[in-house]
């Protein structure tokens, strides 16, 4: 899947770029380290999180995770979020640790949403210049 070589490769992501590097290279780097198929206890009791990496040779601003509930991948391709009785998109700022004072290299850890679902996963950083990435989906379960 596509998540788990983002994931690997997140460790190993360089940011020292050349001064001619086109825009998409500088671009902060995002990836989920949750496991597809994740169980995870909902909150308040549960305590269960996502959880992934962050890199941005601008600093990483913000991560942004998106819980897409009751999340079904589509038999065309893409997916789709929500219906019945689960709040169709949950989105939480994430706690974001970073190594350093210039926030180069991060992680990120998010809480699972309270409702017991089927959940798509994704994840948004945003450096201190605006420019962004996404990762994801990952399908996780909540209960």
Not at 41 to 61: F, I, N, Q, S
Not at 65 to 84: F, K, P
Not at 88 to 97: E, H, I, K, R
Not at 100 to 124: D, E, G, H, K, M
């Amino acid at each position: 899947m596509q998540t788990v070589r983002l994931v690997a490769a997140a460790t190993a992501v360089l940011l020292a770029l050349p001064a001619g590097a086109d825009a998409a290279e500088r671009r902060p780097r995002v990836a989920i380290g949750t496991k597809p198929g994740s169980v995870l206890l909902g909150l308040p009791a549960g305590g269960g999180r996502g959880e992934g990496t962050a890199a941005a040779g601008a600093g990483v601003a913000r991560v942004r995770v998106l819980w897409c509930g009751n999340g079904q991948y589509l038999a065309g391709g893409g997916w789709t979020c929500g219906s019945g009785f689960v709040t169709p998109v949950v989105s939480y700022d994430a706690t974001v640790t970073c190594a350093t004072v210039a926030r180069t290299s991060c992680t990120w850890s998010a809480p699972a949403p309270v409702q017991p679902s089927r959940y798509l996963l994704f994840a948004i950083a945003t450096d201190a210049a605006g420019r962004y990435d996404v990762a994801g989906p990952v399908d996780v379960v909540v209960v």
